[in-house]
């Protein structure tokens, strides 16, 4: 059974689904990760709500023994900014790499299966 559905409408849903407009049972908005974009981390890092990309790509480097971050991503969930990093290592593996947004503490590190 085809139902036919106006152009108009369409062009609505597709907004509401382009802007996250959450389905039924879907997770608060607290639950949700949010990851910026560099525009954006830019402007976190100058109001000093974050530590500097870069400290957490050289505690990212640490952690994984030396590599090149060949990924990041500063992301948000809850009130927690964390950012999330790929290291490759001289051995060609790729570690991946927690960094606390605010303190730079490394959280987590591990290889991908």
């Not at 382009?18 to 990851?35: F, H, I, S, T």
């Not at 990093?85 to 959280?107: A, F, I, N, Y």
Request: net charge positive; charged share 25%.
């Amino acid at each position: 059974m085809f139902v036919h559905v106006s152009l108009t409408a369409r062009l609505a849903i597709a907004a509401l689904l382009l802007a996250g407009w959450p389905a039924a049972g879907a997770a608060e908005d607290g639950d949700r990760e949010v990851c910026f974009s560099q525009g954006e981390m830019r402007e976190l890092e100058a109001q000093k709500t974050i530590i500097p990309s870069i400290a957490a790509v050289r505690a990212a480097r640490s952690a994984a023994g030396s590599g090149k971050v060949v990924r990041a991503a500063l992301c948000r969930r809850g009130g927690d900014y964390y950012y999330k990093l790929s290291v490759l290592r001289r051995d060609g593996r790729v570690l991946r790499v927690t960094v606390d947004g605010r303190s730079g503490k490394v959280e987590t590190g591990r290889q991908p299966n």
